[in-house]
């Protein structure tokens, strides 16, 4: 079987950080003897400069026509003054939407090593391990009409009953893999979006997933939550705005934006992708924390390889890594040793063979 992935390095620390994801890609798809294919093209603003459209059909087509689309990041302050359509974060927006990428996916889990990263107390985060199953291409972000004028602003909230039962069943089907239970986010005191959006989960929970344990929380007390006992959450399913911002919440359990990774899924496609931003004011200095993209490429191995063995062997040679000391700026704390993108990256492949090493020898014996 071979394997297209669609590289789309984009802006600011996209390329330094696909950079790392490409090197772990391969060294993981030799040694396992997977048959993969790379493309790279260009996508946000340095699509813009180039040929003035942040996406264009060649890209769109080249995703189209693979297995797998790695993003690094897009945007900057160069196209923040440009027409809404013609931004960076639209071209992502139509990426998503194209390419049906309804179901995004986003891991948050605290490695031991980095208690110490985040601003929140250690013993509120040790054992934290939980995912945010938000919808992708639907609700606010994508709802009409929208504009605006000189006296008003509007957007428009609206969810369908497919919409929502295709990424409840999601979430469904993976926290049924891991301990069982669904915390569905809305804000149904408020929204009649949110009233639906709760009446659909009740329903395919009831007739299709009885199993598992679901409860309702509204978004600002899962907000909350969140930073007060991260650990009561296994996964998370909500609507794509409230998914937008828990999910930054998410991160800084985990120590770092840096640390996490994300798969956007649909029925055809798939895109990876890690869930900080370009970073302009740390862009080309090899300063970039590469894990969030080197655990989406875990992510790839896991859901569109079908390899969820190696997905894990990844994150354990992330783990491992940080086990050693090793920091980028964003997770440095003292008495560890700061390292670049590059040297982050050669550490985890030096992980990444310990790991593949003691499985061989496992084998032998
Ligand atoms: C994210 C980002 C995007 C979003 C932006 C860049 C359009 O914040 O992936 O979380 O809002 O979805
Ligand atoms: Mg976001």
């Not at 986003?106 to 985060?125: F, G, I, W």
């Not at 295709?166 to 915390?183: D, H, L, P, S």
């Not at 409230?242 to 985990?254: E, K």
């Amino acid at each position: 079987m071979k394997y297209k992935i669609a590289l789309l390095p984009g802006d600011g620390i996209g390329p330094e950080v696909t950079d790392a994801a490409v090197k772990v890609l391969q060294f993981v798809a030799e040694k396992i003897g997977l048959d993969l294919s790379y493309s790279y093209h260009l996508m946000g603003g340095c699509s813009y400069d180039a040929n003035e459209t942040p996406l264009t059909d060649a890209t769109l087509s080249a995703c189209y026509d693979s297995d797998a689309v790695f993003l690094g990041a897009v945007g900057g302050i160069k196209w923040e003054t440009l027409p809404h359509h013609l931004k960076p974060e639209a071209a992502l927006l139509k990426l998503r939407k194209s390419l049906g990428l309804f179901s995004n996916i986003r891991p948050a889990k605290v490695y031991n090593a980095l208690l110490d990263a985040s601003s929140l107390r250690p013993e509120v985060l040790s054992g934290t391990d939980l995912v945010i199953f938000r919808e992708l291409t639907g609700g606010i972000y994508f709802g009409e009409p929208r504009g605006y004028d000189e006296n008003k602003g509007w957007n428009t909230l609206v969810y369908t009953t497919e919409e929502v039962e295709r990424i409840a069943r999601k979430a469904f089907e993976v926290a049924r893999q891991r301990r069982g239970m669904v915390t569905s986010v809305d804000k149904a005191n408020v929204l009649e979006s949110s009233q639906f959006w709760r009446k659909v989960v009740h329903q395919i929970h009831k007739e299709e997933f009885s199993d598992i344990k679901l409860n309702d929380m509204y978004v600002d007390n899962a907000a909350m939550q969140l930073v007060r006992n991260p650990k009561q959450f296994d996964v998370i399913l909500t609507q794509n705005l409230f998914g937008d911002i828990l999910s930054d919440v998410a991160a800084m359990i985990t120590g770092s934006l840096g640390m996490l990774p994300s798969a956007s899924l649909g029925e055809k496609y798939a895109l990876y992708e890690p869930v900080h931003g370009s970073a302009p004011d740390i862009a080309g200095q090899n300063k970039a924390n590469p894990l969030a993209s080197i655990a989406s490429i875990g992510l790839m191995f896991s859901y569109s390889f079908n390899l969820p063995e190696i997905g894990l062997a990844i994150e354990k040679a992330i783990e491992k890594t940080l086990g050693k000391n090793f920091r980028t700026a964003d997770i440095y704390s003292d008495g560890m040793t700061l390292i670049s993108t590059t040297i982050m990256r050669d550490e985890v492949l030096k992980s990444l063979e310990e790991i593949f090493e003691e499985k061989n020898s496992a084998v032998a014996v």
